[in-house]
């Protein structure tokens, strides 16, 4: 299974970046995909995910109003808009692949995880 993550970049503050993450050599319909992040001496933290056979989403709670999940099954492709972008929102994004039927962010249940890509705010 390979997960690449792109888009990721620098970008000022109020700005906007859409990430996206290529899914191979896996079932991507009917699965979880999610992305996460990590900011330098943080702990990782759940963004979004999304069940991809129904499109159930979940957001975490500072991303709401300003991050959407979305997929296209038919390019096994996830992606993360992000607009309104603050400093905070700085880190590594990765993507993740989770067997579950349905939409969440506990990190126990992601089997496959992207390289990452880096987005910096300033």
């Known amino acids: 299974v390979q997960l690449v993550e792109s888009g990721g970049g620098s970008v000022q503050a109020g700005g906007s970046l859409r990430l996206s993450c290529a899914s191979s050599?896996?079932?991507?319909?009917?699965?979880?995909m999610a992305w996460f992040r990590q900011a330098p001496g943080k702990e990782r933290e759940g963004v979004a995910a999304?069940?991809?056979?129904?499109?159930?989403?979940m957001t975490a709670h500072f991303a709401e109003g300003r991050f959407t999940i979305s997929q296209d099954n038919s390019k096994k492709t996830t992606y993360l808009q992000m607009n309104s972008l603050e400093l905070e929102d700085s880190g590594v994004y990765y993507c993740?692949?989770?067997?579950?039927?349905?939409?969440?962010?506990?990190?126990?249940?992601?089997?496959?995880w992207g390289q990452g890509t880096q987005v910096t705010v300033s």
């Open positions: 993740a692949a989770s067997p579950a039927q349905w939409a969440e962010l506990n990190q126990r249940s992601y089997t496959y």
């Open positions: 999304v069940y991809t056979g129904t499109s159930l989403r």
């Open positions: 050599g896996w079932r991507y319909i009917s699965n979880c």
